[in-house]
């Protein structure tokens, strides 16, 4: 199952990084993927094949235009 991700969406792992967080933020795409911690910000490159097989979700984005009126 390849995942459908582009740069800047969110995913939640299956297992926590050591820092506890569980969503990194995806920052490179190609054969390699890049992603960002959201915790620690530490940043790792994994086979896009080692990436789809951990991923939990990909978690929705927010629509532009539709944030909470103040």
């Not at 459908?4 to 820092?19: E, S, T």
């Not at 990436?51 to 009126?69: A, W």
Request: one cysteine or more.
């Amino acid at each position: 199952m390849a995942l459908d991700i582009k740069i800047g969406d969110v995913v939640r792992m299956k297992k926590a990084h050591p820092c506890g967080g569980f969503l990194w933020e995806v920052g490179r795409l190609g054969a390699d993927i890049g992603i960002t911690c959201q915790t620690c910000h530490r940043r790792l490159l994994l086979a896009r094949s080692y990436l789809d097989r951990r991923v939990r979700e990909v978690l929705p984005r927010p629509v532009p235009g539709m944030e909470d009126p103040k």
